[in-house]
Nanobody, 114 residues
Framework: QVQLVEAGGGLVQPGGSLRLSCAAS????????MAWYRQVPGKQREWIAG???????TYTVFVQGRFTISRNNDKNTLYLQMDSLKSTDTAVYYC????????WGQGTQVTVSS
């Protein structure tokens, strides 16, 4: 089964940028759908962006226009470019793959604070 490992989280000031990556242990070209979720303590994990194998993308309204999801099948990696970050974006960010079984990474912490 595919393993997912996120990287790129950290502390950033409001208005700053971060790029998250999610490296898969296997070829992702056959994985039709991948996504990013995030979770804050005490709340449910929420979907924020998804991408299919054709490169079609969808976003929650809360990140539309600020975040960009992409995938590189040759590198077996999913990305999330996050710009114009706000304090409300602070969360643990998770990579998700529908393989077709659901697979999750371990999460990476993003903290937006001055």
């Amino acid at each position: 089964q595919v393993q997912l490992v996120e990287a790129g989280g950290g502390l950033v000031q409001p208005g700053g940028s971060l790029r998250l990556s999610c490296a898969a242990s296997e070829n992702i070209s056959s994985i039709n759908y991948m996504a990013w979720y995030r979770q804050v303590p005490g709340k449910q994990r929420e979907w924020i962006a998804g991408i299919n194998n054709r490169g079609d993308t969808t976003y929650t309204v809360f990140v539309q226009g600020r975040f960009t999801i992409s995938r590189n099948n040759d590198k077996n990696t999913l990305y999330l470019q996050m710009d114009s970050l706000k304090s409300t974006d602070t969360a643990v960010y998770y990579c998700y793959a529908l393989t077709p079984a659901a697979r999750w990474g371990q999460g990476t912490q993003v903290t937006v604070s001055s």
